[in-house]
């Protein structure tokens, strides 16, 4: 009891502060969050997240190469394809010389040692916005799950590292991982958006890709309802029996509470999505001087840490890195 105890003396230092820390936060735990785009020349500024760009092939090269510099093990790409490809079935989602292929490439080429996550649903690719084949107004399960084996397999066979399914259809890691080991890419690595909710939080996101203005309806009946966190649990559990190398938390920030769940009760990597709103809201507070952006993004970025996250897929990646250097 005080003052026999006083929690305040392992704080008084830095160098005592530094040395009692539960948590760490480095350049390993980052995954660059990165839109390409066929249209950028060399890059498109995103309206809705400022300090965010869609980067042409060129600039892709650049941003791996700063990514191997600072010490970034991995870019998670997400395409922003151009409006004349998108069709009802998403077909451009598994041309083997469409965009994602050749970013691939052009990753592999400019830094081999980064890692490539790729992003295994249809919403970038199709004209209605949604993740999935569409009957009427219902996004269908198996008949989706079936594309997203062509497209996760055009992905492997282009040289993709992680394969992450951010679908959330039924089924889809079993169908996968089959697919995967069927065509000997015995490694190539499932990161399953396991938990991924239905959120107000992607609206920025759906712009840089180009899907904003497409999508009908909305996507209650795949993704996760926020008020459930015993669901996540379930879903987690099977997408590990299906396969899964890894698991997703989606949104990050509001659902701290599900990444400390997941972290403690399976032996498995967990991570977070720090989103496009998330992202957006601490970049905006800062332009308008009410909050000191670098701390609140170090700040941000700790929390997913403490809550057990092994590592955080964030557009802060790069900034973030070189703050921590």
Aim: glycine letters at 8%.
């Amino acid at each position: 009891m005080f003052p026999a105890t006083r929690l305040r003396r392992t704080r008084q230092a830095d160098w005592s502060r530094r040395l009692v820390r539960e948590k760490t936060l480095t350049p390993d735990d980052l995954i660059w969050s990165v839109v390409v785009s066929e249209t950028a020349d060399p890059v498109e500024p995103v309206a809705a997240m400022p300090g965010v760009e869609r980067l042409s092939l060129g600039a892709l090269a650049k941003a791996a190469k700063e990514a191997d510099a600072l010490g970034i093990p991995a870019i998670a790409l997400f395409p922003h394809i151009d409006p004349a490809k998108k069709d009802d079935m998403g077909s451009e989602a598994i041309n083997p010389d469409g965009l994602v292929p050749r970013a691939i490439k052009t990753i592999k080429d400019a830094a081999p040692n980064v890692g490539v996550i790729c992003d295994v649903a249809l919403d970038p690719f199709t004209t209605h916005g949604h993740d999935g084949l569409l009957d009427g107004d219902y996004v269908t399960n198996d008949a989706t799950v079936a594309r997203l084996v062509d497209q996760a397999r055009m992905q492997a066979e282009a040289g993709c590292d992680v394969i992450a399914p951010s679908d959330m259809m039924d089924g889809r890691i079993g169908a996968l991982r089959e697919a995967l080991e069927d065509e000997g890419h015995h490694n190539t690595m499932i990161l399953s958006y396991a938990a991924k909710y239905a959120s107000g939080f992607y609206g920025p996101y759906r712009e840089a890709i180009g899907s904003a203005a497409a999508l009908t309806g909305d996507k209650k009946t795949y993704q996760m309802d926020p008020g459930n966190a015993a669901e996540a649990l379930r879903e987690v559990e099977l997408d590990i029996a299906e396969g899964a190398d890894m698991v997703m938390v989606k949104p990050g920030l509001p659902y701290l509470d599900i990444v400390h769940a997941l972290a403690d009760n399976f032996a498995v990597p967990v991570y977070a999505f720090q989103v496009s709103g998330e992202y957006a809201m601490i970049q905006a507070a800062a332009q308008n001087g009410w909050i000191d952006g670098e701390r609140v993004m170090l700040e941000s970025l700790m929390s997913f840490k403490r809550a057990g996250a092994s590592g955080i897929i964030t557009y802060f990646a790069p900034r973030a890195a070189r703050a921590l250097s």
